[in-house]
Antibody, heavy 123, light 107 residues
Framework: EVQLLESGGGLVQPGGSLRLSCAAS????????MSWVRQAPGKGLEWVSH????????YYADSVKGRFTISRDNSKNTLYLQMNSLRAEDTAVYYCAKRRGYSGTTQGWFDPWGQGTLVTVSS | DIQMTQSPSTLSASIGDRVTITCRASQSIKSWLAWYQQKPGKAPKLLIYKASSLESGVPSRFSGSGSGTEFTLTISSLQPDDFATYYC?????????FGQGTKLEIK
């Protein structure tokens, strides 16, 4: 069974940093691109970042570009999101998601998703 | 960037009803569209990919159609488990984007 388990969320002050992790199991992690998607309380879904299967290609939403860094360790089957210079508007549940679709292209949908980890940015 | 617009934002319906949710893209995304179902406190669940391909294990009362800029998700006969929020997502190009969601409520 494919499983994604996020961790690392919590309360952080504005301007602070946090690193999220997503532990993957049940599939060959190194064969799949991965993404982070977030959802602010009571709001819709917002795609945050993508990383290719090898880690050689990354994309970011404009709202986090320059502040967040996505990475992966295929030897540990783990995806990461380093979040710096956090703002109140970054408060959200952060989901990691396995991208299914077409390797080497930008086309892919998300399945499955992890259960999410809550990040709260507040003083 | 591609903007996704869903309508309606809220839909009230009864068990057994046929319902349709519409998703429009600001430019052509061919058939690169997925639909997800989300229940409160839970992660989204994939229903449909490539506009009309039903994900394995998803009941056949769910169907998707469309291409280019206009897409629909149809539930042929609403069941109690279907009351949830539904999102469309384009994956034609980065940045990926989602519709704002359609909350399906019991009438």
């Amino acid at each position: 069974e494919v499983q994604l388990l996020e961790s690392g969320g919590g309360l952080v002050q504005p301007g602070g940093s946090l690193r999220l992790s997503c532990a993957a199991s049940g599939f060959t992690f190194s064969n799949y691109a991965m993404s982070w998607v977030r959802q602010a309380p009571g709001k819709g879904l917002e795609w945050v970042s993508h990383i290719s299967d090898s880690g050689g290609s990354t994309y970011y939403a404009d709202s986090v570009k320059g502040r967040f860094t996505i990475s992966r360790d295929n030897s540990k089957n783990t995806l990461y999101l380093q979040m710096n210079s956090l703002r109140a508007e970054d408060t959200a549940v952060y989901y990691c998601a396995k991208r299914r679709g077409y390797s080497g292209t930008t086309q892919g949908w998300f399945d499955p998703w992890g259960q999410g980890t809550l990040v709260t940015v507040s003083s | 960037d591609i903007q996704m617009t869903q309508s309606p934002s809220t839909l009230s319906a009864s068990i057994g009803d046929r319902v349709t949710i519409t998703c429009r893209a600001s430019q052509s995304i061919k058939s690169w569209l997925a639909w997800y179902q989300q229940k409160p406190g839970k992660a989204p669940k994939l229903l449909i990919y490539k506009a009309s391909s039903l994900e394995s294990g998803v009941p056949s009362r769910f169907s998707g159609s469309g291409s280019g800029t206009e897409f629909t998700l149809t539930i042929s006969s609403l069941q109690p488990d279907d009351f949830a929020t539904y999102y469309c997502q384009q994956y034609n190009s980065y940045p990926y984007s989602f519709g704002q969601g359609t909350k399906l409520e019991i009438k």
